[in-house]
């Protein structure tokens, strides 16, 4: 089964930024939608944003609150999907995930259409 492997989390002062990393092993990530959620302790997971698949000529969304701060990106040879975050606040501090569709070019609105996860890296946004 395909597996997914987040990094890139740490401890950064708020106004700095981070690359978190999402790699695939068994299926192409180029093939799916990939998206990218995070998670307080007792809350829900949100959805930060979502990339289509790399054939889709759809945009690429993103949360209201991350909009201009956060990029996702692609690197297709490394079957790795990127989440540029700058600017962060100490709201952003959660456990980022990213995760995949078992099937679809498209992405879900909902964490419940993702049956892919990773295990999640850090970020915390502390002076």
């Known amino acids: 089964q395909s597996r997914l492997v987040e990094s890139g989390g740490g401890l950064v002062q708020p106004g700095g930024s981070l690359r978190l990393s999402c790699t695939g092993s068994g299926r192409t990530l180029a093939y799916f939608a990939v998206g990218w959620f995070r998670q307080v302790p007792g809350k829900e997971r949100e959805g930060v944003g979502c990339?289509?698949?790399?054939?889709?000529?759809?945009?690429?969304e993103y949360l209201d609150s991350v909009k201009g701060r956060f990029t996702i990106s692609r690197d297709n040879a490394k079957n790795t999907v990127f989440l540029q975050m700058n600017n962060l606040k100490p709201e952003d501090t959660a456990v980022y995930y990213c995760?995949?569709?078992?099937?679809?070019?498209?992405?879900?609105?909902?964490?419940?259409?993702?049956?892919?996860w990773g295990q999640g890296t850090q970020v915390t946004v502390s002076s």
């Open positions: 990339s289509p698949a790399s054939h889709v000529g759809v945009s690429i």
């Open positions: 995760a995949v569709p078992a099937n679809g070019d498209y992405c879900s609105p909902h964490s419940t259409g993702y049956d892919y």
